[in-house]
């Protein structure tokens, strides 16, 4: 009988892996969701999980998505009633706040581009001290804006001094 290799052995199964991954890239938030999502059903039953679905996690806001209004209005009075479940079911989350949202039927459309900024050229002790500050950023969006938002800092003091 053959013999199993090392290999095989550390094999795991990508739901259990998959949560670290995501921690370790800076998505947390990501992999929290995908575990709610995962448990939606046994955190707000049957009957809640048929009309309700947890949509995005950002700021420690878990974002549900409602089909009736009718049920929006309900749910605004069973924030505190989730989080509990949530707690009971998942142990403490990186949760304080549900925020129900009525779901759309349509497409919701791409957030528009952000406005260009005008090339601005920078010293080259500018733009060390630039890749240096923001290279911790993890989120490429988000250090991305960063680097804008310095750029434009820096055009908006020469053109006014």
Do not use: C
């Not at 809640?48 to 309900?74: C, I």
């Not at 009525?102 to 260009?116: D, E, I």
């Not at 005008?118 to 060390?128: F, K, M, N």
């Amino acid at each position: 009988m053959p013999r199993p290799s090392a290999k095989a052995h550390a094999l795991q199964p990508l739901a259990a892996v998959l949560p670290h991954a995501l921690q370790r890239l800076g998505l947390g938030q990501l992999a929290w969701l995908g575990t709610v999502v995962q448990h939606w059903r046994d955190i707000v039953g049957e009957q809640l999980a048929a009309v309700t679905s947890p949509v995005n996690l950002r700021r420690q806001v878990l974002f549900v998505a409602v089909k009736d209004p009718l049920w929006l209005q309900e749910l605004a009075f069973y924030q505190a009633r989730v989080l509990d479940n949530l707690r009971r079911r998942l142990g403490e989350v990186p949760i304080r706040k549900v925020h129900f949202i009525l779901a759309t039927s349509a497409p919701t459309p791409p957030a528009p581009a952000p406005p260009a900024v005008a090339a601005v050229s920078l010293s080259a002790a500018e733009a060390q001290e630039l890749q240096e500050t923001t290279a911790a950023i993890r989120d490429p969006e988000v250090r991305e804006a960063v680097r804008r938002a310095w750029r434009k800092g820096w055009q908006t003091r020469r053109e006014q001094g």
